[in-house]
């Protein structure tokens, strides 16, 4: 079974640095993409960006560079995101999800599965 | 920059049909992704390629895509259906795209 195991919950004060994980199993972990949407609560889902842990290839997206670090460890199969600062405005779910990649009829990516969520609370 | 537009809520009496659109410009050039997020659950992919369902998703979950609408047709709608639904679309040059997302009420 494919599956994306997220850390657990997180409680942090504004200024702080904060790392949650991703570990996937039942597939090659090098061989698919690894994204990470973020949900503010009561708000639709924002994808921030994306790794491949193959060769650690990453992309954001303009609304999340420079603000979060995705990272990854193929040795332990692996996904990050962190902070450095964190600020009240970054309390959310955040889940990751394994890109699947389609070329027939047309060059698209989907998410499946999805990670169970972490959650985020930034509060002095 | 790209915008996926979704209704903000549909409401439909069991047993009914639930018809979910994603607009977007010339969206029928994009292959179209569906999700249903189910209150404190994470999403599922519930349509992909448009019209794709992945294993395990009802037949009564059905997408279509052409011009500038996408939509996601859910048949005989049932109590277990009430959820969020987000459309997803890959861009060369913006990457991953969700639309807003759209609260399906069962009556």
């Known amino acids: 079974e494919v599956q994306l195991v997220q850390s657990g919950a997180e409680v942090k004060k504004p200024g702080e640095s904060l790392k949650i994980s991703c570990k996937g199993s039942?597939?090659?972990?090098?061989?698919?993409?690894i994204g990470w949407v973020r949900q503010m609560p009561g708000k639709g889902l924002e994808w921030m960006g994306i790794?491949?842990?193959?060769?650690?290839?990453?992309r954001y997206s303009p609304s999340f560079q420079g603000q979060v670090t995705i990272s990854a460890d193929k040795s332990i199969s692996t996904a990050y995101l962190q902070w450095s600062s964190l600020k009240a405005s970054d309390t959310a779910m955040y889940y990751c999800?394994?890109?699947?990649?389609?070329?027939?009829?047309?060059?698209?990516?989907?998410?499946?599965?999805w990670g169970q969520g972490t959650l985020v609370t930034v509060s002095s | 920059s790209y915008v996926l537009t979704q209704p903000p809520s549909v409401s439909v009496a069991p047993g009914k049909t639930a018809r979910i659109t994603c607009g977007g410009n010339?969206?029928?050039?994009?292959?179209v992704h569906w999700y249903q997020q189910k209150p404190g659950q994470a999403p599922v992919l519930v349509i992909y390629y448009d019209s794709d369902r992945p294993s395990g998703i009802p037949e009564r979950f059905s997408g279509s895509n052409s011009g500038n609408t996408a939509t996601l047709t859910i048949s005989r709608v049932e109590a277990g259906d009430e959820a969020d639904y987000y459309c997803q679309v890959w861009d060369s040059s913006s990457d991953h795209l969700f639309g807003g997302g759209t609260k399906l009420t069962v009556l």
């Open positions: 790794i491949y842990p193959g060769d650690s290839d990453t």
């Open positions: 999800a394994r890109q699947v990649w389609g070329v027939v009829p047309a060059a698209s990516g989907w998410f499946d599965p």
């Open positions: 010339n969206i029928g050039s994009k292959s």
């Open positions: 039942g597939y090659s972990f090098t061989s698919y993409w």
